[in-house]
């Protein structure tokens, strides 16, 4: 995905989204696993990976920029020091 096709309004409206999914659905068992939010039409897949959720998203024919995080944690991936 080009970074071109993300508004920055997305990411606050992708994690509200996310927010309120998880007060509706129960995820203690799929701690880890990756959320592929859609902040367009507030769909959500969940994978064992990144890749999983996209290949759900390419199944239900979805091809939209989506925010990804990690179920359990408030981001995807952190870089921090060894």
């Known amino acids: ?5 993300w508004k920055p309004e997305y990411t606050e409206r992708a994690r509200e989204l ?5 007060r509706q659905h129960d ?3 799929l701690r880890g ?8 039409s507030g769909r959500v897949w969940i994978g064992e990976s ?3 959720a996209l290949d759900r998203m390419n199944a239900d024919g979805v091809d ?5 995080v990690r ?9 921090g020091r060894r």
């Open 50 to 52: 990144a890749t999983d």
């Open 71 to 79: 179920v359990g944690f408030d981001h995807y991936v952190t870089k």
């Open 18 to 22: 996310w927010r309120a999914y998880q």
């Open 33 to 40: 696993q990756v959320a592929a939010v859609d902040p367009e």
């Open 1 to 5: 995905m080009s970074t071109e096709t």
């Open 64 to 68: 939209t920029p989506v925010w990804f």
């Open 27 to 29: 995820l203690s068992g």
